[in-house]
């Protein structure tokens, strides 16, 4: 096994050699492994593996002061900076929720945690159990360093070995039939949702997929597939009318929130940004595949939100206007929004 890890290690030292640019978790790819794969064969270098006690070093981070947490999946990036803050850990799901920095984290779905400290960027990094990468803490200038060092100590694991064991169990999602849907309780219960958090259960409940049940929404314009430059849209108004948005990134084992404003929009080759001060977001515009309007009755009106899809039927971005319980969400959104549908409509009937 050692023997092997060496081998991956010299791999990767010849593919950087080739492209000194390329990022890990892209090298991971090429070289056909996950990314913690890779990153563990550093360990007792710039990596030190840490005990995977992730409520108690999370517990800790807000120590660490103003930081840059990051959230991707396969197609976004998504990178807030601020101060982890107001932590609390339950069975199904952990949060963080700060005004910069808001988390909805799922621990049954992590299983490595390592520091890692290159040239003079330290980071805490959480992986699942197949290698990929769950979330990651980057320190700034402006982090204590004096704390991250004592996080380290405090959970360095006894294991500082080059091995590492993968679970690369594939979740198969399986869509029944549309026919043996209950489509006419589903959409009454669509109808008379009272909290936009219910949809899920919703969608559990009576076992469709995500994008199934956009497909099969209740009549009206509870769901509308528009064209897949829609995010560009409506970035592009919303950033132009200072219109304050909630942008939802997520993988398996979290999902991030930036609440605000969104204001530089870049493009560089394939990849659509958003190079804020505090917020960062990288999109790659080809794999989308499914953009959807969608609106969902609470008791605060209408919530209406852009939900982003790639070929394997993914939520890899969720937008909405930004709002709170008992608050009905901004007519400046609701405008934006339709503005979008009117001009990007997709025709399902045709």
Do not use: C
């Not at 197609?75 to 963080?96: C, I, M, T, W």
């Not at 704390?147 to 679970?167: G, L, M, R, W, Y």
């Not at 219960?189 to 099969?216: C, E, I, M, P």
């Not at 592009?236 to 404003?261: A, R």
């Amino acid at each position: 096994m050692e023997t092997q890890n060496i081998t991956l290690k010299e791999r990767w030292d010849a593919l950087k050699a080739e492209n000194p640019k390329l990022r890990i978790r892209n090298a991971a790819e090429e070289l056909g492994v996950s990314e913690a794969e890779l990153l563990v064969t550093l360990t007792g270098s710039s990596v030190t593996r840490l005990n995977p006690d992730f409520p108690a070093i999370l517990g800790e981070v807000e120590k660490l002061g103003y930081v840059i947490a990051l959230t991707r999946n396969d197609d976004v990036v998504h990178e807030r900076k601020g101060v982890y803050q107001n932590a609390s850990f339950g069975p199904h799901a952990s949060l963080f929720v700060g005004e910069d920095i808001d988390l909805r984290i799922f621990l049954m779905n992590w299983a490595h945690a390592f520091a890692v400290t290159e040239a003079d960027r330290s980071s805490l990094q959480f992986f699942g159990k197949n290698g990929v990468a769950m979330h990651k803490i980057y320190l700034t200038e402006k982090s204590n360093s004096d704390v991250f060092a004592e996080i380290v100590s405090a959970f360095e694991s006894d294991d500082q070995s080059t091995e590492i064991s993968i679970d690369n169990t594939v979740k198969e999602v399986i869509e029944l039939p549309d026919e043996e849907i209950d489509q006419k309780g589903f959409q009454e219960s669509w109808v008379n949702l009272k909290d936009t958090h219910a949809f899920f259960g919703l969608t559990r409940k009576y076992k469709v997929t995500r994008t199934q049940a956009l497909r099969l929404a209740p009549a009206g314009n509870y769901a509308v597939k528009v064209e897949n430059t829609a995010l560009r849209e409506l970035f592009t108004t919303i950033s132009e009318q200072e219109i304050p948005i909630m942008v939802f990134v997520g993988n398996e084992g979290i999902i991030q929130i930036h609440t605000g404003n969104v204001k530089k929009i870049v493009d560089f080759g394939e990849w659509f940004n958003v190079l804020d001060p505090e917020f960062n977001l990288h999109l790659k515009e080809p794999a989308i595949t499914e953009s959807w309007i969608v609106r969902k009755p609470t008791e605060d009106g209408i919530v209406t939100s852009l939900e982003i899809f790639n070929e394997k039927k993914e939520a890899i971005a969720t937008i909405f206007g930004k709002r709170k319980p008992g608050i009905p969400e901004l007519t400046e959104w609701q405008n934006a929004v339709q503005a979008v549908e009117d001009k990007l409509a997709v025709n399902l009937h045709v």
